[in-house]
């Protein structure tokens, strides 16, 4: 069963939307001396969203999910995740997100169910829990043919499918998705934007690309990055052409 017979997007009805963001940044930067990746950076994310970040290779996209994933500090600003803040509390973060970087890794020697065991543990999940969990996991998204292969047999969809597993498998508030489709035949990018956009309302949902059509078709809002600085934000509702108001920022 492919992943699109699986999943249907949620109504507008089922999308709950926190009066507080999911992600809020507030005048955040990120510097490498002189070089600025990422400059006073304003902007949220509403709950139960799916959320693109918009521009070309070096704009900033990856240095931001690096931020929310824990992975670097800001350099000024404040960064707040599921109400807490990404410095001073960074552990309760990381319980509230899953992140997909754009070249996710994968235990090479392990087997798909065994690896997400392996991460469920280190996602806290409870011992008793995790072979329900990994269950529930594998079957959400079509894996139980791979469950029992090593990650590194794994076809590049499949091996992308695992990633987002990993990233899944606590059920966490937030999944950050770097360049989620990059890679995919046509066939498995129109699955991945269709379990996307399934995963909106019971997760928000924070996506990079620098493919226009994928941000059109798969986001709620979208942000436009360039030389780490945001240009603006739009509802792809209220959006009827993305390319001619990508181009008249940018």
């Not at 017979?5 to 507030?26: C, N, T, V």
């Not at 991460?119 to 011992?127: I, K, N, T």
């Not at 794994?154 to 360049?179: C, F, M, N």
Request: proline share 5%; net charge positive.
């Amino acid at each position: 069963m492919t992943i699109s017979a699986m999943y249907a997007a949620p109504s507008d009805a089922l999308i709950q939307r926190d009066h507080a963001p999911a992600i809020s940044a507030s005048n955040v930067s990120k510097r490498y001396g002189p070089v600025s990746a990422l400059e006073g950076l304003t902007l949220d994310v509403h709950a139960g969203e799916v959320f693109g970040l918009l521009g070309p290779n070096g704009s900033g996209k990856t240095t931001f999910m690096r931020l929310l994933a824990g992975y670097l500090l800001p350099s000024a600003g404040r960064l707040m995740v599921a109400g807490h803040d990404v410095v001073g509390d960074s552990i309760a973060v990381r319980r509230h997100i899953g992140y997909v970087p754009e070249a996710a890794p994968l235990y090479r020697q392990m087997r798909v169910g065994e690896f997400l065991a392996f991460m469920a543990r280190l996602r806290g999940v409870p011992e008793r829990d995790v072979k329900g969990a990994v269950e529930r996991i594998v079957d959400r998204l079509a894996l139980s043919a791979v469950a029992d292969k090593p990650t590194r047999a794994l076809s590049k969809g499949y091996r992308q499918r695992t990633a987002l597993a990993q990233a899944l498998v606590h059920d966490p508030d937030i999944l950050i998705l770097d360049e989620p489709t990059n890679g995919l035949d046509p066939r498995q990018i129109i699955e991945m934007r269709q379990l996307i956009r399934s995963l909106a309302g019971r997760h928000t949902v924070l996506i990079s690309s620098h493919i226009l059509s994928e941000v059109e078709k798969t986001c709620d809002r979208v942000a436009v990055l360039l030389n780490g600085r945001l240009l603006g934000v739009r509802a792809m509702a209220d959006t009827p052409d993305l390319e001619a108001w990508f181009l008249s920022l940018t």
